[in-house]
Structures are given as structure tokens and as C-alpha cells.
């Protein structure tokens, strides 16, 4: 488990993260949501013990972090410009992570190479961005660590690609207890791997909620009722959105959809649905409901 507790950072007068406190459990896929300049990539190099907080402490498996060798070792940080060595090549890259993880898997390693077209012994300099993001991707995995923290993960793969390493994720959580922190400006990129998301603006959260509690407890309804009964269905519900086209209500209402379904029946609707409501739906009407048009934060 990563605790991060009231964890502040700021270079000279900017604060780029603020009191942030999260936890983010085993063997679940943690997405962590902002646009650029939110927090994202700073509070990852702190969980990674890269980077020191000015404030506050990260645990990993309850040790803190930074200067911390072992707890390290658990860790594998992925960047969003991935570095490596001038002249290099991925089986020597391999060779570099197998000296700081004891459990790095070269021979599988190798069998990935092939599974996905690269080669081994071609300089990365000539490597292309998306073949770059997907060999320190399939560094992270072979390394054998606990946690995988990815900054902009699928950010230059084409989609094939993207499913690719999805189901090899969802293999290594299932097999081998991978805890993947995956941080994207993208929501759209994280909604289908997902178990929990954590909403970052201006160095603070915003929203941090389990994906199915987040679906459960939020509905999208269509309704055919008339104009005066707008203000019935605002005593009864508790209702987070409502547009109207004609007689066609469209509501975004908190609480069960039993219940909902129940109370808005009592009216009597010429029509009545409920809708499916896609990731970004739900957090539009959270975020909107604590003061934020989330439209013009991410996405």
C-alpha cells in the first residue's frame, strides 16, 4: 500500500503540489487525473523517492520512502521523457535494471521483445517515441516490482498497443499483485483499466473515489413530464443536473436507482429510462457540485 500524508512541494514560488493526502491500495490500477502543470509528475518523482517533499511523508508497505533503498526497490518510475543511456540498446538497458532489481525476468524480458517487434540489439536512440514508451513499459513489468508508476503511460502508443499492455497489467495485478499508479490527462485513456481515480488541480485534490462507488450512486435518467412538475422532482431527488427539451427531462440524480426510478414514477411520466453514464458524465457532475467546470480542467 502507498500512503501519501499531507505531502506539500514548491519550487521558489510555485506550489506545484499542496497538502495532498491519498492511499492507494494493493493490487489496484490507480489513475491519477490532471491537466498539465496539476501536481501529476511531481508527486509521482516523490513516490518514487526521486524527489523529496518539503512537507508531509510517503509510505510504501509503511516505510517512508525517500532515502530508502529497499523501499525503492519496490518502485519502478516510469517518466514521461524516458531517459536512457547515450548510445544504449534495450538488452543493455536490461542489463542496467537487472543490477538495481535482483528480480528482473531478462529471459522473459527477451520473449517481449519479440512479442512486440523490437530489437534488442538496435541503439534506442533511433527508437521511435511510441517503441521507446513501450520498451520502458516492458522494463517496468520484467522488473518485478510492486508498484509501477507510469507518468502519460499510453501517450504515443497506437491503440493495438494500448490494448496490448492493458491486458498485460491486468495479467501481472492478477498473477503477481502489480500495483500500476497511472497518471494521464486523459480520462478517456484510463476509464476501461481503472479501479479508483484521483482528480489533481493546482497542486490539490479534487476527487478521490473508487470507480464503482463513483458508478453505483450516480444515475442518468430520461423522463417525459411536464414543466410543472420540474419543482416536485427538485424536493424529491436529490438531483445534480437537469435539462429540458420540450417535455423530455434528462436528470443526473444521486442515490439508488430503485429509488429514483420509484419517486419519479409516483408523477406518473408519459416515459421513463435510465441511461448508462460514461466516466466523464460522473465526473462532470462531481466536480461541478464542489465549484469546478471539470469540462475546461481535463479532458
Known amino acids: 500500500m502507498i500512503e501519501i500524508k499531507n505531502v506539500s512541494k514548491s519550487f521558489g514560488e510555485i506550489q506545484a503540489v499542496s497538502q495532498v493526502s491519498l492511499t ?26 526521486v524527489m523529496r517533499p518539503d512537507e508531509g511523508e510517503i509510505l510504501i508497505d509503511g516505510e517512508n520512502v525517500w532515502d530508502n533503498p529497499e523501499a525503492k526497490r519496490k518502485i519502478f518510475y516510469i517518466s514521461d521523457d524516458q531517459f536512457f543511456f547515450p548510445n544504449t540498446t534495450a538488452e543493455k538497458m536490461a542489463d542496467v535494471y537487472s543490477v538495481y532489481y535482483p528480480g528482473f525476468d531478462r529471459r522473459r524480458f527477451m520473449k517481449f521483445l519479440l512479442r512486440f517487434g523490437l530489437d534488442g540489439e538496435r541503439k534506442i536512440q533511433t527508437f521511435s517515441k511510441g517503441m521507446k514508451k513501450q520498451l520502458s513499459l516492458l522494463l517496468g513489468i520484467c522488473a518485478n516490482v510492486s508498484y509501477l508508476l507510469c507518468d502519460e503511460t499510453f501517450d504515443g502508443l497506437d491503440p493495438v498497443m494500448r490494448q496490448g ?14 500495483t500500476p499508479v497511472i497518471a494521464s490527462h486523459n480520462l ?39 414543466e410543472e412538475l420540474d419543482e416536485s422532482l427538485k424536493e424529491s ?9 420540450g417535455k423530455l427531462l434528462t436528470l443526473t440524480v444521486r442515490g439508488s436507482e430503485e429509488e429514483i426510478l420509484s419517486r419519479i414514477g409516483e408523477l406518473q411520466p408519459v416515459f421513463m429510462e435510465a441511461l448508462p453514464l460514461s466516466l466523464e458524465e460522473i ?7 464542489v465549484g469546478y467546470d471539470i469540462k475546461n480542467i481535463v479532458f
Do not use: Y
Not at 204 to 210: E, N
Not at 237 to 245: A, F, K, V, Y
Open 237 to 245: 431527488l436529490d438531483i445534480l443536473s437537469m435539462t429540458r427539451r
Open 283 to 289: 465526473f462532470i457532475s462531481e466536480t461541478e457540485v
Open 188 to 226: 478517456r485513456e484510463l476509464e476501461d483499466i481503472c479501479d479508483h481515480i484521483g482528480l489533481l488541480h493546482k497542486g490539490g485534490v479534487l476527487l478521490s473515489k473508487d470507480l464503482e462507488d463513483l458508478k453505483w450512486n450516480l444515475h442518468k435518467i430520461q423522463c417525459v413530464l411536464p
Open 24 to 49: 492507494l491500495k494493493e493490487q489496484n490500477v490507480f489513475g491519477m487525473l490532471g491537466t498539465n502543470g496539476a501536481g501529476k509528475s511531481t508527486l509521482l518523482r516523490m513516490m518514487a523517492g
Open 165 to 178: 499492455i492493458k491486458g498485460i497489467f491486468a495479467k501481472e495485478i492478477d498473477e503477481k499483485g502489480l
